[in-house]
């Protein structure tokens, strides 16, 4: 059986701090995918990940990163019109994507404009072209893609991309990409678990009060796995770490304190 690596964790004391610890990350991941293969996948979410990049588009990344070797993909996308604000990958245009010279043929995105089955079903053609010409490679223990990064947000609710908590999408083992129905007039496109799981990077960004809570669920909570899908991020050959703002960390904290000063 294959040992799977403890996340790691990391602490920052303030949000700002948290996106310059992550533009580094993700650079040193870049820079070391590059290296050992010429190329680096990139996989971007929603929640506050599009504005944290903002940090790669200044000084000094901009001048030092190799963005012809970048292939820009997502783990989530709503089924929106392209341009409309909740789309993620008009967000992270609008921030990150129009401000550094990415290749136009390296941005993978979910078509927009058809169906929620439609979009997923052509989205995961599409990365199973970039598997194909071997722009991504392949799990070593399965078929799945293995990106070289996910960026992943931890929701209210424990979910990370549209996974979320108790949805039968968490059992789905067939398909990379699927549509999710989260509600009647919501609908969106997600990376399934085993292709998430089958990354050689995983990151999730825990940031602001609200996440106070669900973080530490995530960390020491006792509730059934299925109702919070980020303790679902498990890659097999892989790492996650953490990039968490001392806000969503003081419940954990202060629970670490109490244990630490009983235990003395």
Request: with cysteine; glycine share 6%.
């Amino acid at each position: 059986m294959e040992k799977i690596e403890a996340p790691e964790l990391r602490l920052f004391d303030s949000s700002e701090e948290l996106s310059s610890g992550l533009a580094d990350y993700v650079l040193q991941v870049a820079e070391s995918a590059v290296k050992e293969r010429g190329s680096f996948s990139l996989v971007l979410s929603g929640g506050d990940i599009p504005k944290r990049l903002g940090k790669l588009t200044k000084a000094p990344f901009l001048r030092v990163v190799d963005w012809l070797k970048w292939h820009v993909f997502w783990a989530e996308e709503n089924v929106v019109a392209k341009r409309h604000p909740d789309s993620f990958y008009w967000q992270a245009k609008e921030c990150f994507i129009s401000k550094v010279p990415l290749l136009p043929a390296h941005v993978i995105s979910v078509s927009h404009g058809v169906s929620g089955e439609s979009a997923a079903s052509g989205y995961e053609f599409s990365i199973r072209q970039q598997v194909k010409n071997r722009t991504v490679q392949v799990s070593p223990s399965s078929d799945c893609p293995r990106f070289d990064l996910v960026l992943l947000t931890l929701g209210s609710h424990g979910h990370v991309a549209s996974l979320y908590s108790n949805h039968p999408v968490l059992e789905e083992d067939s398909q990379w990409v699927a549509c999710v129905s989260k509600d009647a007039a919501t609908e969106s496109v997600t990376l399934t678990l085993p292709v998430i799981n089958a990354a050689a990077n995983v990151a999730i960004v825990a940031s602001g009060m609200d996440l106070a809570r669900p973080f530490m669920d995530a960390m020491v909570g006792q509730k059934p796995i299925r109702s919070h899908p980020a303790k679902m991020v498990s890659p097999q050959h892989g790492n996650v770490v953490w990039f968490v703002d001392a806000s969503a960390a003081s419940l954990f904290l202060r629970g670490n304190e109490v244990f630490a000063t009983s235990a003395t």
